[in-house]
């Protein structure tokens, strides 16, 4: 690590407490239609070093939430709450103090690395910009450090590749420039918005790579954001479902996968193919899609969705209650959630769920088919 | 770079050359010289029409008379000849370029600077009561006829003169120079700007509106990508975000526009230059037609399109500086 | 995993369905047309301009002085005989106000629905088709367009006959040929992109020909920057038609035209007959603004962005 940033010695008078405190925050979108309640009362903790997945549909509020940490929503939106960072209230600040947050103390990578890197600029250009502008240093020691930066997350031939502009780079490796753009400054929190979802699956495992050798360098903290649970699996230690602008649930990786005590945590779970399972094992997907935050009906949001709905689910939203150590859940009837996998509560929706897949090919159609099928058996 | 310059520059002269080509092949066969001798009266002996025919070369087919003048023009710099005795074609062309150009030069250099400030003004505040004023009278001078306020500009800084300083006036009106011009460079620059003032607030005007709309919706399009966003999550100041990051890619289209505008541009200094009696382009070219003056027409439409073409060669370069993909194109 | 074949989950209730829908669906002419509406300019321009149309068509039929009757009451200001006045030659500026605005509007229209819908034709053909007939017809369209559209109409309604010259579709017709390319232009950059659109390798994957796609899924979207070009191509027209009649190579006496007007008033304001100036030019801008206005309202209407001003 480059010795003209951060020196080691700096006095940290938050050692081991919550570097990110997000208390009840919420988000409104006036629009023409009607106000979006995009975020409904977001809260949670972030310790040094520790990673947090944010694991959401489109629309579950996950991205606000973040661009409401960086403070980069539109001056439409409406944000209430509390955003504290080492025990210092963001929310309020003027955009002169958030520009020395920025980029410094907390530094976000976005999702679509076409589009994240200004076209007519050259890299370099545009990484020695990210340091120069939280460091009073020469040109010169502004370039050493971005060829530094394009080292560690992979790029090869950094000193010609440090000329060329983005258009000449693929997406996985814009990608990990906006990584090292993100993490030049040895930020201690990094919040990456989906930074695979663009991506193709072998370029994804790239660019976590490049997310681990930044975490890695610069020892922040990581709010991952993804609707991909595979990538939450490999990298965080926690995890937050985010649902209709809500939490859903939270608690560490462990408590989440195995352990889920939300029927929609379940039902993501069930969505997911899995390389261990049995052939004949069938995907069971969460049927319907999530609501308009427009005119949220009152109770639970995932009750049109939710095998286990009851009426009080339409009456009462549930509150985020612990059900563990550490671990919290939204649902009315969490406790009856225990030990219980996808398959219990959601069903194979497939045309020919009714068939047992052993029989393979030549089977019986099920008895209110109005076609009429020879069996060839 | 300098391959592409080369590289646009020759993908530039067949366009020149089939423009010559359907300029002279619409106006040869629409304006005949001979025309307003045929009508005189006492009439024209048909001898002198028919020797006069004869050197203006029109009783060859049409498409001998183009080649005979493209190569006469580009071999031998011979502009053709002119019906009018006296009438010197490349004299009168290049001074009458002279005193347009600079009305055009000056016109597009404030309608510019204004345009870019006040799009990017505009979209920064986006929805202000300024930007809703700026917007709307935008819209008003979009919709101004340039002839129409070229002569109410006219005759309100008449009767400022008559009301203000009878005996001298102060706000020049007609001309592009005062018939005795003071000596001296300075004060004849003073004089020129002087003269300059009220046809360059016409030209300027229109184009400056519809600029300025472009600069706008461009701007705000530039301000709403990933990268300005990325721009400011890596806590740049919002002036550089601005400048150094919207504004340089917000410019990349008004240049192609601005090169597309300036054939529009020409018609209104034809308007604007009759109105304040300017002695320039828009003269020499009404003077010809009303003349049936065929080679001198031909000459400066040859110059117009000319200019169009240069104007949007200058367009591709300087979108190629600003934009490094095009450099591949 | 239950041995079961068929398993029962409880599934979602039909209400509780209905509950997922909670905004209004519309269709898309009422969406395009809220959305005109939102937009205050183009209303009262449209209301505006339905007005300023009814009474220059329809009001010379009640109007008892006619735009060609020289009257005697010379250079009159503003009175309830006359309520523009009249000029030196004893006509009614009111009437020949109104008739200059009906041709000018009959000239703007027609020029704009023929070059509109040659050039969105030949647009549509070339970005469609493309490869060399795309770059032929392109380039034909570039190089009309490099010719100053005022320059080549003085010329060519100059050097016409005279029977034709002073005729209002003679004039339509130049500007007409002048105006296409571009629309054309446009047309082919939408078809372009539009034609890359999964929708159309869709529709060619279930055996729709060349005439379908073009007609049935490419135009339609089109239909929206089509609307916007043809009302500004009116606006621009009636200035360009104006500018020309001004300048002596549009209309002729003894037709009228408010170009023509200006003209004749120019010197107007010094000699002491202001109205004579400031009515035929403020009539001009009347029409142009409203129709730029609603041309913006459309623009809005069929594909809104966050670079519109709320006007």
């Known amino acids: 690590m480059s010795d003209f940033l951060n020196p080691a010695i700096e006095v940290d008078t938050f050692d081991g407490a919550d570097l ?136 090869p031939f950094p000193d010609k590749r440090v000329d060329q502009f983005p258009h000449e780079f693929s997406g996985g490796m814009r990608q990990r420039v906006v990584i ?150 939204a649902c009315h009837f969490s406790g009856q959630l225990t030990d219980k996998h996808a398959e219990d509560v959601f069903s194979a929706t497939a045309v020919d769920a009714q068939i047992p897949a052993e029989f393979g090919a030549d089977v019986q159609p099920p008895a209110d088919s109005t076609t009429i099928v020879e069996s060839a058996s | 770079m300098f391959a592409f310059t080369i590289r646009r520059l020759l993908a530039s002269i067949p366009v020149l050359f089939f423009s010559t080509l359907l300029v002279f092949l619409l106006v040869a066969s629409s304006v005949d010289p001979l025309e307003p001798l045929r009508a005189k009266n006492p009439p024209v002996p048909h001898q002198t029409l028919v020797a006069l025919g004869t050197r203006l070369g029109l009783y060859h087919p049409l498409l001998q008379r183009y080649w005979d003048w493209l190569t006469g023009l580009v071999l031998h710099g011979n502009w053709g000849t002119p019906v009018q005795p006296g009438y010197h074609i490349a004299a009168r062309l290049s001074s009458s370029f002279l005193v347009t150009f600079r009305l ?226 | 995993m239950p041995d079961t074949v068929t398993q029962q989950a409880a599934s979602p209730t039909p209400a509780a369905a209905e509950r997922e829908f909670t905004v209004k669906v519309r269709t898309q002419r009422e969406i395009v047309f809220r959305r005109y509406l939102e937009h205050r300019a183009a209303v009262v321009s449209s209301v505006v301009l339905l007005l300023l149309i009814l009474v220059a068509f329809f009001g010379p039929l009640f109007w008892h002085t006619p735009f060609t009757l020289m009257t005697n009451d010379i250079e009159v200001g503003p009175s309830t005989a006359h309520p523009f006045g009249t000029d030196s030659n004893g006509f009614d500026l009111f009437s020949q106000v109104l008739h200059g605005t009906q041709r000018s509007l009959e000239i703007a229209v027609s020029v704009s629905l023929v070059s509109t819908v040659f050039g969105a034709i030949y647009g549509a053909a070339a970005g469609f088709y493309r490869g060399w007939i795309d770059t032929i017809m392109m380039r034909f369209a570039d190089l009309v367009l490099t010719l100053p559209a005022l320059v080549f109409a003085i010329i060519i309604t100059d050097k016409a006959s005279p029977t034709v010259a002073g005729q209002w579709y003679f004039l339509a017709a130049i500007l007409a040929a002048l105006f296409w390319p571009s629309c054309a232009r446009v047309v082919r950059a939408q078809v372009l992109s539009l034609r890359e659109k999964e929708f159309v390798e869709a529709a060619r994957a279930l055996g729709a020909n060349d005439r379908r796609i073009i ?89 809104p962005q966050q670079t519109r001003v709320r006007a």
């Not at chain 1, 489109?58 to 939430?65: E, L, T």
């Not at chain 2, 020049?172 to 018939?179: K, L, R």
């Open chain 1, 20 to 155: 990110l405190t997000v208390d009840n925050l919420t988000v409104d979108f006036p629009t023409a239609d009607g106000v979006v309640r995009a975020v409904r009362g977001v809260s949670y903790r972030l310790r040094p070093g520790e990673v947090l997945g944010i694991v959401g549909e489109s629309g579950s509020g996950k991205s606000v939430s973040s661009m409401a940490v960086m403070g980069l929503l539109p001056r439409t939106a409406q944000i209430k709450g509390s955003i504290k960072f080492r025990g210092e209230e963001l929310l309020g600040l003027s955009e002169v103090e958030m520009m020395s947050v920025r980029g410094k103390k907390i530094a976000m990578i976005f999702q679509d690395p076409m589009t994240s890197l200004n076209p007519v600029y050259k890299i370099g250009f545009q990484l020695e910009e990210a340091v120069l502008a939280h460091n009073d240093i020469p040109k010169a020691e502004a370039r050493k450090r971005a060829l530094e930066l394009l080292n560690i997350v992979g790029i």
């Open chain 1, 180 to 329: 090292a753009i993100a993490m030049a400054n040895n930020p201690d929190i990094i919040i990456a918005d989906e930074p695979t979802t663009a991506l193709d699956v072998t370029v994804q495992a790239q660019v976590l790579e490049a997310l681990r050798a930044a975490q890695r360098e610069t020892g922040a903290a990581m709010v991952l954001i993804t609707h991909d649970l595979g990538v939450v699996a490999g990298q965080a230690d926690r995890v937050l479902v985010m649902y209709a602008g809500k939490p859903v649930e939270i608690g560490s990786v462990d408590d989440i996968y195995y352990n889920p005590r939300m029927p929609y945590t379940l039902g993501l779970l069930g969505s997911l193919p899995r390389l261990d399972s049995s052939r004949t094992d069938r995907l069971t997907p969460i049927q319907g899609a999530p609501p308009s935050l427009l005119n949220l009906p009152p109770g639970c949001p995932f009750t049109p969705r939710c095998p286990m709905a009851q009426p009080v689910c339409s009456e009462r939203e549930p509150d985020l209650l612990p059900v563990g150590a550490g671990h919290d859940s």
């Open chain 2, 104 to 329: 055009v030069i000056f016109s597009i250099f404030c309608s510019l600077a204004l345009a870019i400030a006040v799009g990017v003004f505009s979209a920064v505040r986006q929805y202000s009561k300024m930007d809703y004023v700026a917007t709307s009278i935008g819209f008003l001078f979009l919709s101004l006829p340039t002839f129409w306020f070229a002569a109410l500009l006219k005759a309100w800084a008449i009767q400022f003169n008559s009301a203000v300083s009878p005996d001298h006036a102060l706000i020049d009106t007609i001309g592009e120079a005062s018939p005795n011009p003071p000596s001296g460079f300075f004060p004849q620059l003073g004089d020129a700007f002087g003269h300059l003032l009220l046809p360059t607030i016409t030209l300027s005007l229109i184009s400056y509106a519809s600029w300025s709309r472009f600069q706008r919706a461009s701007m705000l399009e530039v301000l709403n990508s990933d990268y300005i966003r990325l721009a400011r999550a890596k806590g740049l100041s919002r002036r550089r975000v601005l400048f150094r990051h919207a504004l340089r890619n917000a410019l990349m289209p008004l240049t192609t526009q601005v090169a597309l505008d300036t054939a529009a541009l020409l018609g209104g200094a034809v308007i604007t230059e009759t109105v304040f009696e300017w002695h320039g382009m828009g003269y020499m070219f009404l003077q010809a037609v009303g003349n049936y003056d065929l080679f001198p027409l031909l000459a400066w439409l040859i110059v117009a399109a000319l200019l169009v073409i240069v104007f949007n060669l200058i367009a591709d370069l300087l979108y190629a500086v600003l934009d490094p993909r095009i450099r591949l194109a």
């Open chain 3, 215 to 303: 007609f049935r899924h490419i135009l339609p979207n089109t239909l929206g920057s089509i609307f916007v070009i043809a009302t500004l191509t009116v606006a621009g027209t009636v200035l360009v038609e104006t500018a020309l009649s001004f300048l002596g190579f549009g209309i002729k006496p003894p037709d009228t035209s408010l170009g023509l007007l200006v003209e004749s008033g120019k010197t107007a304001i010094q000699d002491g007959y202001p109205w004579l100036f400031y009515i035929p030019g403020i009539f001009i801008v009347l029409i142009v603004l409203t129709i730029n206005f609603i041309g913006d309202g459309l623009r809005d209407a069929f594909d």
